[in-house]
T-cell receptor, first 116, second 109 residues
């Protein structure tokens, strides 16, 4: 199993451009998450999904959109990129809620995005 | 004030030393996670616990629900333990993790 994969690894955008960060998992996990990690800050939840067709906002959703048409894929869309979106983005998945049972989250390798 | 506070922020140790990293939180939780972020950036889950103590190899995690405090211990530390260790809690009634800012550990030979 590849686990959680993310593309691209690095990207530089100009202000106002748009892009999609791809995330795929092959573990048949229901729950998927997008986080951003800024220097000196803890990870912040952008959006999450509890299954195909269901998404919900996290702590910092402004400027982003998501969709979940399949169990495997959870792309994150940035519209009108701004310098404040310069960050490292992590996708993660878990079999069910991380609030119950033993369920850990499995993280992708991250995408380093710079907006100039 | 952050809902999850870790201490210390930075920690250096000599190989073989016993390491303790602390995590305090201010909200009711259903679970607490410890994660490790490698120097290359990858994040892996170490423990998930809701009570008591768990051990995996040289790593031990404890939690005191009444005191809203958890500790991560590393026995016989090694340079390969050098990483950022992150505490995260699951707020009661939610599915979402709230993360601390991490403790950067460097172990020197």
């Amino acid at each position: 199993n590849a686990g959680v994969t993310q593309t691209p690894k690095f990207r530089i955008l100009k202000i106002g451009q748009s892009m999609t960060l791809q995330c795929t998992q092959d573990m048949n996990h229901n729950y998927m998450y997008w986080y951003r990690q800024d220097p000196g800050m803890g990870l912040k939840l952008i959006y999450y999904s509890v299954g195909a067709g269901i998404t919900d906002k996290g702590e910092v959703p402004n400027g982003y959109n998501v969709s979940r048409s399949t169990t495997e894929d959870f792309p994150l869309r940035l519209e009108l990129a701004a310098p404040s979106q310069t960050s490292v983005y992590f996708c993660a998945s878990s079999p069910t809620s991380s609030g119950g049972g033993y369920n850990e989250q499995f993280f992708g390798p991250g995408t380093r995005l710079t907006v100039l | 004030k952050n809902e999850v506070e870790q201490s210390p922020q930075n920690l250096t140790a000599q190989e073989g030393e016993f390491i303790t990293i602390n995590c305090s939180y201010s909200v009711g939780i259903s679970a607490l996670h410890w994660l490790q972020q490698h120097p290359g950036g990858g994040i892996v889950s170490l423990f998930m616990l809701s009570s008591g103590k768990k051990k995996h190899g040289r790593l031990i995690a404890t939690i005191n629900i009444q005191e809203k405090h958890s500790s991560l211990h590393i026995t016989a530390s090694h340079p390969r333990d050098s990483a950022v260790y992150i505490c995260a809690v699951v707020g009661r009634g939610t599915d979402k993790l709230i993360f601390g800012t991490g403790t950067r550990l460097q172990v020197f030979p």
